[in-house]
């Protein structure tokens, strides 16, 4: 038995800027800019305004800043339900794929709220705080060696998040135990919502930042917590992981930096989906036409088949369709890619995607590491006779293959644009230039009112 609480309470008190690799730095930076941008996208999705104004009965004025179009100010603790919900709605938020964790959902949301409350958070501190949470969320997750059972992207994400707002209120380590026990009282979060593809699985993001918020709360009023929360006998992983072993994570913190290892998402789709999409256009660069196919299958470990192997309907709701890989799929095979815009009313409804999507077919190839994303295989089989294959063994985005620079950016201004209705260069221009140099910034805020579509100053 490890004491995994007490070496993260004591890695998120101890840790400093200076020590942090520039590797570390970089991802910071890369992942700060893109989820801010995909939590403003995730403003104009249509259930976004059925979300806050449910989230409205729920909280009062505050400083927080709720991103993207018709943006308001709320309470910290709503504003990171809200944002954290808008950050995960599309399936555009990067992941840590071996912990299968979208970390920066839940994470970022509920740092952002805090730093808009204290309004005198520094870059180099947000940046501590961003990583030492990472270091948990995904931390909890690269420890399990069982398939996931619960959302661990929720599950995982309170813990890091509370330890990244106890780290940006200065905690001391047994005040931050109380926090992260309380993180385990409003732990929740299944993966019904997954099988059945509904929203609930961002509003348990959205959850999940908000628990966050009231865990450190409750810590700062002298409420104590449990403080064996991950590794007790009721614990996290008693209660949602089958198999775990912390003890090679814990032995890691200060050197292996996990916000290093987290990966873009190229396409608005449940990352299971991209490596196939990818495939997709490999297909299509070798001269697989729509008309030309009889069938595709894609050939993938058990995770890509458990989560987007289910069966195109003409009836998808949009949460359904972003974790279907025979819409993606049919999408990028039609098109050459999948972007914010096909998951309009019109697109799902499309007979050429329905009947192409028909087509193809996700096999499981049997492997048996529950978190493998590859290698994967794509055979097209023509109505000629001719099969054309392609293979891939990292997903694009990952940092085995990382995105460019240039497309870092290009998706941060797509997500810019499609959450505000029209371009707002000067905002993306601003975002881009102040999370570049972030560790000159003397108060974060300013990110969160620029997402929000207001003035910096």
Same mark, same amino acid.
Request: aromatic content about 6%; glycine content about 8%; proline content about 5%.
């Given at each position: 038995m490890t004491d995994m609480v007490e070496a993260f309470a004591q890695h998120a008190a101890s840790c400093q800027f200076q020590t942090m690799p520039e590797q570390a730095v970089r991802a910071v930076k890369t992942y700060l800019l893109d989820s801010l941008g995909v939590g403003i996208a995730g403003a104009a999705v249509p259930l976004t305004q059925n979300v806050r104004q449910a989230s409205g009965n729920w909280a009062g004025e505050g400083a927080a800043h709720v991103w993207g179009a018709k943006s308001y100010s709320t309470t910290p603790a709503n504003a990171a339900f809200v944002n954290g919900f808008q950050i995960h709605c599309q399936e555009y938020d990067c992941v840590h794929e071996p912990a299968v964790v979208h970390p920066m959902a839940t994470i970022? +949301?509920?740092?952002?709220? *805090?730093?808009?409350?204290?309004?005198?958070?520094?870059?180099? *501190? &947000?940046?501590?705080?961003?990583?030492?949470?990472?270091?948990?969320?995904?931390?909890?997750?690269? #420890?399990?060696? #069982?398939?996931?059972?619960?959302?661990?992207p929720a599950n995982a994400g309170i813990f890091g998040a509370t330890l990244g707002i106890c780290r940006l209120r200065g905690f001391s380590v047994d005040k931050i135990k109380d926090a992260l026990g309380y993180a385990l009282a409003f732990n929740s979060g299944t993966m019904q919502a997954h099988v059945e593809g509904k929203p609930a699985l961002p509003l348990q993001i959205g959850n999940a930042a908000r628990g966050a918020v009231l865990a450190c709360d409750l810590a700062e009023a002298d409420v104590p917590g449990p403080h064996d929360s991950l590794e007790g006998p009721f614990g996290y992983f008693n209660l949602f992981e089958d198999e775990a072993d912390p003890s090679a994570v814990i032995a890691s913190l200060g050197k292996t930096w996990r916000i290093a290892e987290v990966s873009h998402k190229p396409f608005p789709t449940g990352r299971a989906a991209q490596?196939?999409?990818? &495939?997709?256009?490999?297909?299509?660069?070798?001269?697989?036409? *729509?008309?030309?196919?009889?069938?595709?299958?894609?050939?993938?470990?058990?995770? $890509? %088949?458990?989560?987007?192997?289910?069966?195109?309907?003409?009836?998808?709701? @949009?949460?359904?369709?972003?974790?279907?890989?025979?819409?993606?799929?049919?999408? +990028?095979?039609?098109?050459?890619?999948?972007?914010?815009?096909?998951?309009?009313?019109? #697109?799902?409804?499309?007979?050429?995607?329905?009947?192409?999507?028909?087509?193809i077919e996700v096999i499981d190839d049997?492997?048996?590491?529950?978190?493998?994303?590859?290698?994967?295989?794509?055979?097209?089989?023509?109505?000629?006779?001719?099969? @054309?294959?392609?293979?891939?063994?990292?997903?694009?985005?990952?940092?085995?293959?990382?995105?460019?620079?240039?497309? %870092?950016? +290009?998706?941060?201004?797509?997500?810019?644009?499609?959450?505000?209705? *029209?371009?707002?260069? %000067? $905002?993306?221009?601003?975002?881009?230039?102040l999370t570049e140099n972030l560790e000159a910034m003397t108060d974060v805020s300013v990110l969160s009112r620029l997402a929000a579509g207001l003035e910096a100053a």
């Open positions: 970022l +949301a509920a740092l952002m709220a *805090e730093c808009d409350a204290q309004q005198n958070v520094s870059g180099k *501190e &947000l940046a501590v705080a961003l990583a030492v949470a990472v270091d948990l969320a995904a931390g909890i997750g690269v #420890s399990v060696s #069982s398939p996931i059972k619960f959302f661990r490596g196939g999409i990818v &495939l997709m256009q490999k297909l299509r660069a070798q001269g697989v036409t *729509e008309a030309a196919v009889e069938r595709v299958s894609l050939t993938a470990p058990p995770l $890509i %088949h458990r989560l987007v192997g289910r069966p195109i309907r003409d009836d998808m709701a @949009v949460n359904y369709a972003r974790l279907c890989f025979q819409y993606s799929g049919a999408v +990028a095979l039609s098109k050459g890619s999948v972007g914010l815009d096909d998951f309009s009313e019109s #697109s799902l409804r499309d007979p050429g995607l329905l009947s192409l999507g028909q087509k049997g492997s048996t590491d529950p978190a493998a994303f590859t290698p994967q295989v794509a055979i097209a089989y023509l109505i000629d006779g001719t099969r @054309v294959e392609a293979r891939i063994d990292a997903l694009y985005g990952s940092p085995e293959d990382p995105m460019s620079q240039d497309a %870092h950016l +290009a998706k941060f201004r797509d997500c810019v644009t499609f959450g505000f209705g *029209e371009p707002r260069a %000067h $905002i993306s221009d601003q975002l881009i230039d």
